[in-house]
């Protein structure tokens, strides 16, 4: 069922705004006009030209882009439908200006079947905010033999991952990315040799020897990546790095693509923005408990860096809800992950476009070309005739994010009553627009 937040509108004008294309690499003046829910026209001033029978949506001040991707989140559905469903996750997602989601398949039961896999696809189809199923790399993520990853593919599974346990396997990590050249599809490795850090609740480090909490040290990342670069390198498949959080991973991936290895890499928003500090400075708070963990300001340096010179491909959240019972005990005890769709974009004002670690542009490719590069689907476009998937942002209003602002289920998240810089306005996906602060709280 077509979401109760979003307005049918096939035909509208997006009048005022500043067009930004991230393939031709530019930004212009100008309005869209939407017909059928397909790009008819862009181009200045076209208010004078359209009959006053299409509906005006004021963008003044705004910035148009092709319609946001996050190409890592948690939904939970099903079987965790107590901490998220896929109704509230893309709820979520509408209002951070997502009009497009991957998620992950560590449900109950996992994204290992083609019919699991359709479960999930189907579930958001006629809403404004797709929906991408990633697939179970071995059966039950059990980490023994593969899934039905053909059968998968052709329902619709955009890549495969175990996410939340690595492959750990090197043999069953060849045999899909071997397997995975013939569909075309990445895997999406957990990075993580779990011999190394066994009882590690955060980053390894100063902070955690303080604390007296035993840590997770940053080559337990290093070598697992490492180790699917060099299976990369051997089967030619594409391997990648979810959820990159260490300076040295960063610079492994950098030169596997200087020797050509078809590897891909993706940051998310919180690792940009908090180091092993906040765990401290929290008073052991389990909202700044995640797994990576949060690292050093001199990991987040280099994520930064590495972002910057296109290492990194895309940005994504790691959505990963979790109920309040839930989190609500000692710090060892509670699970990994926070909320991350609602704050995504003002987190990226905030820590990489006001104190200019990228441009605008960068920020808009890697949040719409790249993940969808990476995950083979389509690219939205300005092209007359292309569906309209767009989404209306600024990069620069300030504003504190409050408990108010969560959609999700849960809200497990470190960012309530901080200052973040830009904000989402809207939404347009599958002829139905969406005003971010219309969607409903939870």
């Known amino acids: 069922m077509p979401a109760d937040y979003a307005e049918s509108r096939p035909n509208v004008l997006l009048h005022g705004g500043t067009v930004i294309d991230p393939y031709a690499e530019t930004a212009t003046r100008a309005d869209v006009l939407i017909r059928n829910g397909h790009i ?10 359209v009959s ?14 092709p319609g946001w991707m996050d190409m890592h989140v948690h939904l939970r559905e099903p079987g965790f439908e107590h901490k998220e469903t896929i109704a509230s996750g893309t709820r979520a997602a509408a209002f951070g200006g997502f009009t497009e989601v991957a998620c992950m398949p560590n449900t109950n039961p996992p994204l290992d079947t083609r019919a699991s896999v359709g479960f999930v696809k189907h579930r958001a189809e006629e809403g404004p905010v797709a929906v991408h199923p990633i697939g179970c790399v071995s059966k039950e993520r059990a980490g023994k033999t593969l899934a039905e990853m053909a059968s998968m593919a052709e329902e619709g599974a955009v890549a495969f991952s175990d996410d939340g346990a690595p492959v750990h396997n090197a043999g069953l990590m060849r045999r899909a990315l071997e397997y995975s050249t013939m569909l075309d599809v990445p895997i999406i490795n957990h ?16 902070v955690a020897t303080r604390l007296g909490m ?25 391997v990648h790095v ?67 010179d296109g290492t990194i491909d895309a940005i994504c959240t790691d959505h990963a809800p979790h109920a309040p019972h839930e989190k609500d005990v000692p710090f060892p005890e509670a699970p990994n992950g926070i909320l991350g769709l609602e704050t995504a974009w003002g987190l990226v004002g905030r820590h990489l476009l006001a104190p200019g670690v990228c441009s605008l542009m960068q920020a808009v490719q890697a949040l719409t070309v790249a993940p969808r590069r990476i995950l083979r689907l389509p690219a939205p476009t300005f092209e007359p005739g292309a569906p309209a998937n767009l989404t209306v942002f600024d990069p620069d209003t300030r504003w504190t994010f409050t408990e108010g602002h969560i959609r999700s289920k849960s809200q497990n998240t470190p960012f309530v009553d901080t200052e973040l810089v830009g904000k989402a306005h809207g939404i347009y996906r599958n002829g139905q627009w969406v005003a971010c602060d219309a969607v409903p709280a939870r």
């Not at 006053?52 to 004021?58: E, K, L, N």
């Not at 990075?191 to 190394?196: F, V």
């Not at 940053?218 to 030619?236: F, K, N, P, Q, W």
Request: some cysteine.
């Open 40 to 49: 008819d026209t862009v181009a200045a001033d076209l208010d004078a030209d």
């Open 52 to 65: 006053d029978a299409v509906p005006r949506i004021d963008c003044s001040g705004q910035h148009i882009s």
């Open 191 to 206: 990075m993580e040799e779990p011999s190394l850090n066994p009882d590690g609740h955060m980053h390894e480090g100063a």
């Open 214 to 238: 035993p840590g997770i040290p940053a080559c337990s990342e290093d070598v697992m990546i490492a180790r699917d670069i060099e299976l990369a390198r051997l089967t030619g498949g594409h």
């Open 242 to 308: 979810a959820h990159i959080a260490t300076a040295r991973g960063v610079e492994l991936v950098r030169r596997a693509k200087s020797d050509g290895i078809e590897v891909t890499a993706e940051v998310c928003t919180h690792h940009l923005a908090l180091t092993d500090d906040a765990v401290e400075a929290s008073g052991l708070s389990t909202h700044t408990k995640m797994h990576p963990p949060l690292r050093s300001a001199a990991d987040v340096s280099a994520l930064k860096a590495g972002l910057a």
